[in-house]
């Protein structure tokens, strides 16, 4: 048996929902929650390792939005660290204040030069209790297929699907567990299989990858015993937090390096390089191999992942890219995972993933007193944002390839990536309105915001020539100067300031001075403050009149089942 305790068991629903990460659990739930019947199917087992960890404020947003509008008062609770640590204790999280990035060069220690160093720091929260959270996806996936068992899912594990079939008014799912028959019929199919989505090949969705500029291979596992480059270059000016506590990022020649730290001691980090970089090393496909060779050739990652001691094998991904067509179709969609991914670069998909799930939820919400279905048209929309922002993360994440070239040109272009995000966060935080999900997804809809990535990209490439070519010091200071001046018009949060060496504060007095680019008086900035600094009142929800139940608009839905705890 399973950690997860499964419901009784029924062969027609309104909705099935294929995968059971984080998006498959959460959108059952919250549909199960409306009063929809669903079937979550899966094909592993949980608890179980996966990839793609760390949080951001718009993540995070999309959470606590979920957690008031459903009443899951633990989707609330984990949208924050210190709410999380009071709550939560035995899920298993890290402490993340903000995106560090350092730049490494080949067979030299990280150059020390005080503020001129090649450090950057933009802090995402003012403190630790209201901070972003790394997630150690084995317990927190755990906890929400337990939640949406609680709220009245039907989950399966070990269910192998083989075949889906479309009729007019109905899908029939058919497959296998323990080599046992399994036929389901839903009106309705969410796909949230990830990459290489079972819907996919079922409805012959073809790969859209060449659409897809970003091309990285992954080496990567969990270790104990890592360092910090703090510790190596001791000499390094405080920043807005400690540089540890954050997404780590390492930039080298071939690529880029995360590594984050969970509160246990884990780290998670991986190596993403570019094809270019990969063959420049050799090519070597042997992932322990791989790993040492990055190691020596740059001596501080050397030195703080010296005594480390992988928790699992070192594995190799040749390829992390996917895209797919279509995103939707009558009877269908697929959760933006299952759709595509680009790079872990920027901590986009699980803030992506949870927006998705928002605005499905949303479409469903509507029909959800006849229990129906959503239809063509709002699906289409569904899926033509989706295509959007895919194609907006892919160039903004391809521009931060092209500018790591040279670090001057990193920092300035990750400057169009913090504005944009700042921007929509405080946006969110002010006007709290649950049609804000449908705003698009990295400045997607706003015509300042949206072409950035795309001209970036562009006078990146007549820069570098996509041979990681520097430029002259006046390419890279006239870029600077661009991008400086494109994101003025957004930048609330008092970024590309050169007087601040790369060290970005969450400064709330710069974000009042800012209040016309928000079109809101200072006095409103002012009246915002909690919500701006994440410390609104925390809603009502009903356990904390007893019980870990979900309520929603409509009045509790959730059955009380024993559930084991996470391990
Ligand atoms: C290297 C890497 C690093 C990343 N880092 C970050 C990050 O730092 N921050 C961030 O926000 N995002 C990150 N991401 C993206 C993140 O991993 C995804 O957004 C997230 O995993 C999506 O979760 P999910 O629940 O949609 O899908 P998944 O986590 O992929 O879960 C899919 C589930 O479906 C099941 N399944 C698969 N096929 C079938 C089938 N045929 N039938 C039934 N079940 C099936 C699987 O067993 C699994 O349980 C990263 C991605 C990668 C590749």
């Not at 993403?272 to 040492?292: C, E, I, N, Q």
């Not at 504060?505 to 919500?531: C, F, K, N």
Request: charged content about 25%.
């Amino acid at each position: 048996m399973s950690g997860v305790q499964r419901a009784v068991t029924r062969e027609r629903y309104d909705v099935a929902i294929v995968g059971s990460g984080f998006s498959g659990s959460l959108m059952a739930r919250v549909l199960a929650v409306l009063g929809y019947d669903v079937a979550l199917l899966e094909r592993g087992t949980h608890p179980r390792f996966a990839i793609g960890e760390s949080t951001t404020p718009l993540a995070n947003l999309s959470l606590e939005r979920l957690g008031r509008r459903y009443g899951l008062a633990d989707c609330y609770r984990l949208a924050a660290h210190g709410r999380w640590l009071e709550h939560y204790p035995d899920i298993r999280r890290g402490l993340k204040r903000g995106f560090t990035f350092y730049r490494h060069h080949p067979g030299e220690a990280f150059a020390e030069r005080g503020v001129d160093s090649e450090r950057l720091l933009v802090a995402a929260s003012p403190n630790d209790a209201v901070a972003d959270t790394h997630w150690v996806r084995a317990d927190v996936d755990h906890h929400f297929v337990r939640q949406a068992v609680g709220a009245g899912v039907d989950y399966r594990d070990r269910t192998e699907l083989a075949t889906a079939r479309f009729e007019s008014d109905r899908v029939h799912l058919s497959g296998s567990r323990d080599g046992e028959p399994v036929e389901i019929d839903a009106a309705f199919v969410i796909d949230a299989s990830g990459p290489g989505g079972f819907l996919a090949r079922q409805l012959d969705d073809r790969s859209g990858l060449d659409r897809t500029e970003t091309r990285s291979a992954l080496v990567f596992s969990h270790f104990t015993g890592v360092g910090s480059v703090r510790n190596v270059a001791r000499g390094l000016p405080d920043g807005p937090y400690p540089d540890d506590s954050a997404a780590v990022h390492h930039l080298i020649d071939e690529g880029w390096m995360y590594s984050l730290r969970f509160d246990d001691g884990v780290t998670s980090a991986g190596f993403s390089l570019t094809p270019r970089g990969l063959a420049a090393l050799g090519a070597p496909r042997d992932p322990d191999r791989l790993w040492a060779l990055l190691l020596e050739r740059y001596p501080t990652i050397g030195v703080v992942f010296g005594d480390a001691t992988p928790v699992m094998p070192i594995r190799f991904v040749p390829a992390v890219q996917h895209r797919l067509t279509e995103a939707a179709g009558e009877r269908w969609v697929l959760l933006p995972h299952t759709y595509g991914f680009v790079d872990p670069l920027f901590s986009t998909g699980i803030a992506w993933g949870l927006r998705a799930i928002e605005r499905l939820a949303l479409m469903f919400e509507h029909h959800a007193a006849r229990r129906a279905v959503p239809n063509g048209e709002k699906l289409g929309r569904y899926a033509a944002i989706l295509a959007v922002e895919a194609d907006q993360i892919d160039r903004m994440v391809a521009g931060a390839y092209e500018a790591m070239a040279h670090f001057d040109l990193f920092a300035a272009h990750a400057m169009l990536y913090f504005a944009t995000v700042s921007f929509s966060e405080v946006k969110q935080r002010i006007a709290a309105d649950d049609n804000v999900a449908w705003n698009g997804f990295l400045g997607v809809g706003d015509v300042v915001l949206e072409p950035l990535p795309g001209e970036s990209l562009r006078r990146l490439k007549e820069i570098t020539h996509t041979r990681g070519n520097t430029g002259s010091e006046e390419d890279r200071r006239r870029y600077v100067e661009w991008a400086t001046a494109a994101i003025a018009p957004r930048n609330v949060a008092g970024l590309a300031d050169p007087t601040l060496h790369n060290l970005y504060p969450v400064d709330l007095d710069v974000l009042i001075e800012h209040h016309s680019l928000l079109e809101m008086t200072r006095e409103q900035i002012v009246e915002g403050l909690p919500a701006l600094r994440g410390m609104g009142p925390e809603p009502v929800f009903a356990d904390q009149r007893g019980g870990d139940r979900s309520t929603s608009p409509q009045g509790p839905r959730a059955t009380a089942r024993q559930v084991p705890a996470p391990r």
